[in-house]
């Protein structure tokens, strides 16, 4: 769902930040066009390593925070609110849970609902089951859990409540530098400031091309088994090309309405296909294994949270958790902004129960419900699933229960209105990082954004595929692991150091507006 741009529009010059990031952009886009072997290798020697010498810091950093967050709940800080003590929420609950999935609910949840459940079963994590077994199915939606719950959501609730208390509460620009001046002081004025804003858009607009990537491989895979479109990396590029067109020309429209009845219109849908495989599916296979694998995932929390590659598991890790962990924190910003923006008014202690329980609920079921029934199929019924592609997978599996052809047209429209409602919003926080922190950038700046994403997706793509998309994000996102520390640290100070009587007469309106009139 795109963000609402209210507020007075960007004025005067463009800074350094803009041109410096758009420079590096273009000059990357260089690089993978003109020296792709040369990108291949110095890419792949950075991905070793980094994750072979600093791959654990994604997985403490990304537990701490989760930490982090439910020490703020449960401690004094929680009843702080995300603006001033008079600030009250401009949603309802029910529609701010429901922006809340659509802010990272996309074509990843596509891509993987089915992709990383079937390739886990077919090929246990860490050899910890034998391949296709009973074991195997149940540690296949642990570890999908892992992926898509509640660490991911961690990292963009630390984004999301900095950004809106430093935003919201203390009236600073909507950028990242200006959250840091707890902990860098004066320096996020300066030079050091502004690398660390070009920092946030480069590793933002990497995790914007890895679902563009993403999404168009499983577009040209849905094609593909409906009307035998050929599987080509032409076909990936051209839709590439067809929807950067449409998320652009909607950035610089501002077509608020049609944006947000297009992501009402995908949540529906999304619901619509997760209801149907649950009743014609393996309704009593899928119910059972879902809380098997829920109570595992419970059980085996801290070992999977914790879990290296000491012991030659490297090139797993680097395909799943470090890619994954990598990808949400390249994503940090976007969600962030996005987070912070729809709950304003909200207490801490609200933003974290519904930020890390409401997806993560949604999540586990999604993965449950598609994973769990294409499990079923190669386990009683030698369906081989498994033997699909990533982007296939989805396609093989709606294959094996009536309606095929509707549910997978529904698929692709999804992919599709994911496609557009994200990359659209993306392209808004890309435009805003780089315009001074305006809640209404430049059209210019929009389509400049809007058309190096699409040609970035595009180059990466031509020059290895996903392989590519998935090492580059994990090379990007590496510097913001630290950012992300500090960020916690940051607003840790500024919490601590909130005026005693505020944070009393907050607590004492909460309780107030509890308490019933008698």
């Not at 792949?44 to 994604?58: E, N, Q, V």
């Not at 389509?447 to 990466?460: E, H, I, K, P």
């Amino acid at each position: 769902m795109a963000l609402r741009r209210s507020g007075p529009r960007a004025s005067g010059k463009l800074g350094s930040v803009f041109y410096v990031s758009v420079g590096i952009c273009a000059l990357f886009v260089v690089w993978a066009s003109v020296f792709t072997e040369n990108l291949t290798t110095v890419s792949s020697m950075a991905l070793d390593w980094l994750t072979g010498g600093f791959g654990w810091a994604y997985l403490v950093v990304s537990l701490a925070m989760l930490l982090f967050l439910v020490y703020l709940a449960c401690s004094r800080h929680g009843r702080g609110r995300l603006g001033g003590p008079g600030d009250r929420p401009e949603f309802s609950r029910w529609s701010w849970y429901a922006m809340i999935l659509a802010a990272v609910m996309g074509v990843g949840l596509i891509s993987y609902g089915v992709a990383e459940p079937i390739a886990h079963f077919a090929a246990p994590p860490h050899d910890l089951a034998a391949p296709g077994s009973r074991e195997a199915a149940v540690l296949a939606l642990q570890y999908s859990y892992f992926d898509w719950g509640l660490h991911a959501w961690a990292i963009f609730g630390v984004f999301g409540l900095a950004i809106g208390f430093s935003t919201y509460r203390k009236g600073r620009r909507g950028l990242v530098s200006p959250m840091l001046r707890p902990v860098l002081g004066r320096r996020v004025d300066g030079w050091l400031g502004k690398a660390i804003d070009v920092l946030a858009i480069f590793s933002t607009m990497f995790g914007t091309t890895t679902s563009l990537g993403l999404g168009a491989v499983q577009m040209n895979s849905g094609l593909t088994t409906l009307w035998g479109v050929p599987s080509t990396t032409l076909v990936q590029v051209l839709i590439i090309v067809a929807v950067t067109g449409l998320f652009t020309l909607s950035a610089v429209t501002g077509v608020h309405k049609g944006i947000r009845f297009l992501s009402e219109t995908t949540m529906g849908l999304a619901a619509l296909l997760f209801v149907f495989l649950l009743a014609v599916g393996p309704t009593v296979f899928v119910v059972n294994l879902f809380v098997e694998s829920v109570g595992a995932y419970a059980d085996g929390f801290f070992g999977m949270s914790l879990k290296t590659s000491a012991f030659g598991d490297l090139p797993w890790m680097q395909s799943w958790t470090y890619f994954m962990m990598a990808w949400w924190i390249s994503w940090g910003a976007f969600v962030g902004v996005f987070l912070a923006r729809i709950s304003r008014g909200r207490t801490i202690r609200e933003f974290v129960v519904a930020v890390l329980a409401v997806p993560s609920t949604v999540f586990f079921a999604w993965f449950a419900v598609f994973g769990g029934s294409a499990i079923e199929r190669d386990y009683f019924h030698g369906a081989d699933i498994a033997g699909s592609s990533a982007g296939d997978a989805i396609f093989a599996t709606l294959g094996q229960f009536p309606l095929a052809g509707v549910t997978s047209f529904v698929a692709i429209v999804l992919v599709a209105l994911f496609f557009v409602s994200g990359a659209d919003a993306n392209t808004y926080v890309l435009a805003m990082l780089s315009s001074h922190g305006v809640e209404r950038p430049k059209r210019a700046v929009l389509v400049v954004w809007g058309v190096l994403t699409g040609v970035t997706a595009v180059v990466l793509l031509l020059a290895g595929g996903l392989n590519a998309l998935q090492t580059t994000v994990i090379i990007t996102s590496a510097p913001f692991v630290v950012l992300l520390v500090l960020l916690a640290v940051s607003f840790w100070k500024e919490l601590r150091a909130e005026p005693r009587e505020e944070v009393l007469a907050e607590e004492l309106e909460t309780e107030l507006e509890r308490t019933p009139v008698s």
